[in-house]
């Protein structure tokens, strides 16, 4: 039996998982499913989990899902994508925060560049008041010209980008607090 | 015509060497540093290095392609669309180089370049533009004069680069107040992108839909446009959707606009494939836009309607055959086809790029389904390119079938490592507006303001319980983190063979 701590959606989730042959049961919070999994690459799973009917009147449903997992490059989160929804999930503590409150609650928004390219408009000035969703700096890069918007509301607090400036990845280009 | 050398990258060239291919013609591949490992190179014939990743030191050195077609002995070169598709001294260099230019004469991708220009050519052809200023506005017009003539076209209006493309260079002026300081930005920004600050003035179109016509055209003076491509649903004036036909075009507009176009091309003695752009009034009233001198983004879904294949055309256009399309079967479509672009960007983050390594691929097939792309697993998204990884198309007997087969395309469309526009798409085909066809080029900008940077697929509960079990089972049986440096061949059977245990 292996336990994990899995959150998804802004909620924490105990996962328990035991293995019999290649059949899983897994325990998530108090209610357990038992899966089929097939390894298809690195990336991807097949399930086949049984579903009870509530009133036990027929045989389980037997509910194919194909899955994938991958690293999320700019959180370190797994995006797993059932079917065609992705979704972020963070397993065993890994610091996982939904997108739209990245760096919220009371900490200050370090806003980073995303990707490689160049900045073609700062928009604030330090000290400024800006809003939720603001946008901050204009990123040019693959062709096209990007937002970067603030997360929370709040004051300039840094202004590191500079009109014209090419960046890196993860360069720091504002502070918001 | 033997070996076609394909200047351009991406799925396009893959879609070119595939015409090379059917047609037993061979084909050269031409990359930059970062496309060694691209799918285009795997699929040529032969492939040459050109340069650096930066396009201004590969794909766009005029001098390095030819170099590449001398060396490899190929006798026509195809442009593609995007880089130096619609450049007229690359099309001056191939002829000059002795090379069969696989697209219009340089004459004509230069006169129909400059916004100005083509529309003085739509205009002695009889068709109508939309209301503007005829020449460029003059660089040392003062302000004044500026205003005059803003005020006799009327607001709300566009400031438009004469070399435009892409909505770069352009402008809407509500205020006339605002019209010094967007003559300004605008001018400014065509000298960045297109190197010519010149601007004209353009009325602005209260909702239009963006609808436009394909054309191929021979050198023996036949002019074939075929059925309309609907294209209104665009963000930041880039097309995100097409569909052919449009569900605003009556056979009676179809009629007209078509003739219209195949005019603007007679008038100036167009060849090769090209597209003409209008905007269609909400009375139905159509004005000509502007003229794209290459083979456009969107050409599968008017190849599904019609059963023609456009490259090949092209090709065989080039080499001076006649085109014997009978002109009924280019304007009745068959069917109805829906393409999607799909974008290495997350629409859940604004819809930023995000470049990265595609770590599992499975593109949508089956029937009436068509994928052209240039991305396989294990391959980078580059920063440098335009970050579309393929064209999604669906054909079906008709409109509605068709928004079924793409939403079941899109629930099969599997992609990991990177974010794509999957998910928005899979929102976007289920909204009412759109399966009602009421849409304008406003609707998506529109749609995606009031969305306000909500997500567009919200994972439903039991989705998120699915994804909890996954990361558990997947953490279950992921093997221990291999040493940094990818640890050795035998740690792989190692892995290998637990894998196999699985099953």
Redesign the interface.
Known sequence: MQHFEIEVGGRTRRVAVARTGDKFAVTLDDRTVHADVARIDAHTLSLVVDTECPTGATDPVRAAFEVTIAPDAATGQLIVGVGPTPVAVAVNGRRARRRDEASGGNGPQRLSAPMPGKIVRVLVKSGDPVRARQPLVVVEAMKMENELRAGRDGLVAELHAREGESVDAGALLVVVQ | MKKILIANRGEIAVRIIRACREMDLSSVAVYSECDRSALHVRLADEAYAIGPSAPRESYLRIDRLVDAARRSGADAVHPGYGFLAENEDFAAACVGAGLTFIGPTARAIETMGSKTAARGAAKRAGVPVVPGTEDPLGADATSEEIAATAQSIGYPLLVKAVAGGGGKGMRTVVDPSDLASAVGAARSEAATAFGDPAVYLERELPRPRHIEVQLLADHHGAVVPFVERECSIQRRHQKVVEETPSIAVTPALRAEITSAAAAVAKGVGYTNAGTIEFLVDENGRFYFLEMNTRLQVEHPITEMVTGLDLVQWQIRIARGERLDVDPARALTPTGHAIECRVYAEDP??????S??RI??LRPAAGPGIRDDSGATAGLDVP?????MISKLAAWAEDRPRAIARMRRA??E?????I?TT??FF?WLLSQPDFSAGRFDTTYLDGVLKAQ??RPF?E?AAG???????????????SPARPPANGGSTGGRWKTEAR?EG??
């Open positions: 859940d983050n604004n819809f930023l790029p470049p990265g770590v599992a920063i440098f390119y335009d970050p899109l629930a469309y599997l992609v990991a490592g974010r999957v998910p899979t306000n940077g697929v994972p989705v998120e319980e699915m994804a909890a079990i996954a990361a558990a089972l997947h953490t279950a049986l894998l699985l099953r």
